[in-house]
């Protein structure tokens, strides 16, 4: 009698944990989006408009028209209607076997006042837009969410995301998911423009982006003409990996598909880089790319391996808080972590691959669970970092659960430049920088 009982307390809280564990929703189509939607009459209107960090106040603009004669400025102003200043641009455009793209505009916009709301026309044509600036001091709020293609379930993504009283996006790596067909990225841009041109998105470049062709065609071709971000600005040689500033956060995006090496001219931008941080100004130090370093699915297992060999020392050594990727279609989390093993001046590691792309979820994990991964679910969803002041930052991950943004992990991070660990490496990183 009483091993019956106990086989039913059994039984019973096994059925409990089953009826309690998430049910995944089914996979959603990709959508369609008529590239036709703007009028031929209308060829010189502004689409697929996004904004971007571009320096120190400064905003860059960028949109598309299908007139290759459109004028590549912008007029802006704090009131709607009313445009005090003016902005000439530069524009570019590319052709990708059979495809030819609109004229791309690009055009830097400030200096612009902090934590404020602008109205702006693109080209003297079309509707009006309104941005809001980043503040110049904590809290701040950046929205991350990697791998986003262009599926019922990125709609439900950018919709919560929308919700998110964010300041700036973040997007570890592949976009569009147009992987050779351009008329993709097209739909892409109007997928996103409600969003995009109205907070600053700032993004780095996925595998989805190369879209190489052999002896014909260099890879992201699309994404270097159409997602122009601050690499100048931030003296990098490149648009695949680049730094920017901003509310006392220094955020460093770096590129899983350039040259990584010590040789390699990422690693001495990086080197440079990590130089100009002030730990003073900047107390909090961010790191994306796109293929996670440390991951327990058993999807793209080793796809960040040689990178985190060339890279993670420096990262370690100048004491980076969080590093954000993507490429696995699930979210991770792992505890402070460095060379494989728990520290707590490592970084915390947190895969946000789960967008909404069209190839779905990334289900299959490595068991058991590897000590230093604290969280992980195969969902969509979309993460939000708010950093409170320059000790503490509250992280939380939103699973798409059917339509509705429910926060399935969260947890309170404290800055390494507040517990010592920057003082306790300071030589370490001086020594590494200082090596040729």
């Not at 120190?56 to 102003?77: A, L, N």
């Not at 379930?153 to 147009?178: F, M, N, R």
Request: with cysteine.
């Amino acid at each position: 009698m009483v091993m019956e009982l106990k086989l039913i307390l059994i039984l019973t809280v096994v059925l409990a944990t089953v009826t309690a564990e998430y049910v995944r929703p089914l996979p959603r189509k990709t959508l369609h989006i008529p590239l036709d939607s703007i009028s031929k009459s209308h060829s010189s209107y502004p689409n697929q408009v996004h904004i971007s960090l571009a320096g120190d106040k400064h905003m860059r603009v960028t949109w598309i028209t299908d007139d290759k004669h459109s004028p590549s400025f912008v007029e802006y102003g704090a009131l709607p209607g009313r445009y005090d200043s003016v902005a000439e641009g530069e524009c570019t455009s590319y052709n990708y076997l059979l495809y030819s793209s609109g004229k791309i505009h690009h055009t830097v916009i400030g200096p612009l006042e902090d934590n404020t709301v602008y109205f702006y026309r693109c080209g003297g044509q079309g509707p009006e837009f309104q941005l809001k600036t980043p503040p110049a001091q904590f809290p701040i709020t950046f929205a991350v969410a990697g791998d986003l293609g262009q599926t019922g379930w990125t709609e439900s993504t950018l919709a919560h995301i929308d919700q998110c009283k964010h300041d700036v996006y973040l997007l570890p790596g592949d976009l569009s998911y147009a992987d050779c067909m351009q008329h993709l990225w097209d739909a892409f841009g109007k997928l996103v423009e409600p969003l995009a041109s109205t907070r600053p998105w700032m993004v780095t470049e996925g595998n989805h982006e190369k879209e190489n062709i052999p002896l014909l065609k260099n890879g992201f071709v699309a994404y270097n003409s159409r997602w122009k971000m601050p690499f100048e600005e931030s003296g990098s040689p490149s648009n695949l990996y680049y730094s920017f500033e901003v509310a006392g956060v220094h955020v460093i995006m770096l590129g899983s598909y350039a040259d990584y090496d010590e040789y390699s001219e990422q690693y001495t931008w990086l080197k440079a880089d990590l130089s100009k941080v002030d730990r003073e100004r900047t107390p909090w130090l961010l790191v994306l790319f796109h293929a996670p370093w440390y991951n327990s699915n058993k999807a793209h297992q080793g796809a960040g391996d040689d990178m985190m060999a060339a890279m993670e020392p420096l990262l370690y050594a100048a004491s980076v808080d969080l590093v954000l990727a993507g490429h696995v279609h699930a979210y991770e989390r792992s505890k402070r972590v460095f060379n494989g093993r728990l520290d707590p001046c490592g970084a915390v590691h947190i895969t946000v691959g789960d967008g909404g792309n069209r190839e779905g979820l990334a289900h299959k994990y490595i068991n058991p669970q590897p000590k230093w991964s604290e969280f992980r679910e195969a969902s969509f969803g979309h993460g939000e970092l708010k950093i409170v002041n320059s000790t503490h930052a509250f992280w939380s991950w939103h699973r798409n659960d059917d339509d509705e943004s429910v926060i399935a992990d969260d947890i309170w991070i404290t800055s390494l430049a507040s517990s010592g660990c920057v003082d306790q490496k300071r030589h370490e990183l001086r020594s590494m920088l200082m090596t040729p």
